[in-house]
């Protein structure tokens, strides 16, 4: 029987054989497939076979969305202090310095500028292998940060989220991330300034609940999960069995809660005809945004069937708030630029471009000196970046 035996080892040896990575093969981790590292790498991480999406690092996206050497990292020095001196099973602030030094990032989320085909942006991507890209005080701090240096440049804003949720280590400090985000997010859309959200694999609790899911445009990778709670939870809190790819990013594109699902390799064209609609949006003449409450108001006064009433009538040009003046017959069109705004503000005799809520009336405008038309283009959060910046 010596021989028996010795067939079964040299099967298993050559089994064996096969699926020893050594560096140059990778397993699937959805459909087992056996890849080729370096045809894995080309994919930009995705299977070739079943396009499963491998989770890869925040300087990885940069690679694959930002041209060549456009990339300038920001408030890297935005750090977690452990304000709670919190210990579990291990102290935060030892969990905070492996979580350096595996990833080489000092928070989970990696801000920066860089140009998209071009189109400058402002970028902040979350990254999960730092603690499970939580959502912590510094990490929203950051992502504010962005958010400011958005509205300041008029350059489009990008957050790629890929997390956890909010960091327990870091309790209420991390929930307040959510709220001050988010009321950041609103100047952004005051402003104008458009906001891309790209949700990644996993993209859950406090992060789904408050900036990623208020973009613009709202993008998500195949078969990402993205939801609040687990789907664990939901099952016991409403004690009913769950549809079939509940919270994967296909299931959420058929609820609307999500605009489009992107492979990677096709991620860096989207986003670039994004920004290129956006540019395009911002050269044309803008009626000024009026809050929705007010439009409503009018639309009652009306007193007409919305579908039928007319459009309200513009208000005096003496009226309290200029940002309201609509019906704006003469526009110069500014430069073709990704927000339209900024090659006019670099331009002092350039008429301010009505997409800014702060903009002048037309009347206004023709006799108003460069200077003024210069200041009142200002977006109307500016001061509070200066505020930020000092305390840097
Ligand atoms: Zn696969």
Redesign the pocket.
């Known amino acids: 029987m010596t021989w028996l035996r010795k067939a079964k080892e040299g099967l298993k040896a050559q089994q064996r054989r096969r699926e020893l990575p050594d560096g140059l093969w990778t397993k699937?981790e959805?459909?087992?497939?056996i890849l080729y590292h370096k045809e894995l790498e080309r994919n930009l991480w995705t299977?070739s076979?079943?396009?499963?999406h491998f989770r890869i690092s925040a300087r990885s996206y940069v690679k694959i969305l930002v041209d060549d050497d456009s990339f300038v990292e920001r408030f890297s020095e935005v750090v977690s202090t452990d304000p709670l001196k919190f210990r579990d099973a291990k102290r935060y602030s030892d969990r905070l310095k492996k979580a350096r030094e595996e990833t080489g990032l000092s928070e989970a989320v990696l801000c920066g500028e860089g140009r998209i085909e071009g189109h400058p942006c402002v970028l902040a991507i979350m990254d999960f292998a730092f603690l499970g890209g939580s959502l912590a005080s510094a990490a929203g701090e950051r992502i504010a940060r962005c958010i400011l240096l958005a509205i300041e440049t008029r350059h489009p804003l990008l957050i790629l989220s890929s997390s956890g949720g909010a960091r327990m280590f870091e309790g209420i400090l991390s929930l307040m991330q959510m709220a001050k985000t988010n009321s950041l997010l609103a100047r952004l859309s005051d402003a104008g300034v458009p906001y891309i959200s790209i949700m990644t694999h996993p993209t859950t609790g406090g992060v789904t609940a408050s900036f990623a899911s208020v973009g613009d445009v709202i993008l998500a990778e195949p078969k990402a999960l993205i939801g609040f709670a687990g789907p664990r939870v939901i099952k016991q809190t409403i004690n009913q069995e769950l549809p079939e790819g509940f919270q994967r990013s296909e299931f959420l594109l058929q609820k609307g809660m999500i605009d489009r699902i992107v492979h990677r390799t096709e991620l860096k064209k989207t986003v670039a005809w994004l920004l290129r609609f956006f540019a395009a949006g911002a050269s044309l003449p803008q009626k000024p945004r009026r809050r929705a409450g007010e439009s409503l108001q009018r639309f009652r006064a009306a007193s007409l069937p919305i579908g039928t009433a007319l459009p309200p009538a513009p208000p005096a040009p003496d009226a309290e708030a200029p940002g309201l003046a609509a019906g704006v017959p003469t526009i110069e069109v500014p430069e073709p630029s990704p927000n339209g705004a900024a090659a006019a503000a670099s331009k002092p005799s350039a008429p301010a471009p009505t997409a800014k809520p702060s903009a002048p009336a037309p009347t206004a405008k023709a006799s108003a000196p460069a200077s003024s038309a210069k200041a009142s283009a200002k977006p109307p959060a500016r001061p509070t970046v200066r505020e930020v910046r000092v305390e840097e």
Request: net charge negative; with cysteine.
């Open positions: 699937c959805d459909c087992g497939e299977c076979k079943c396009s499963y």
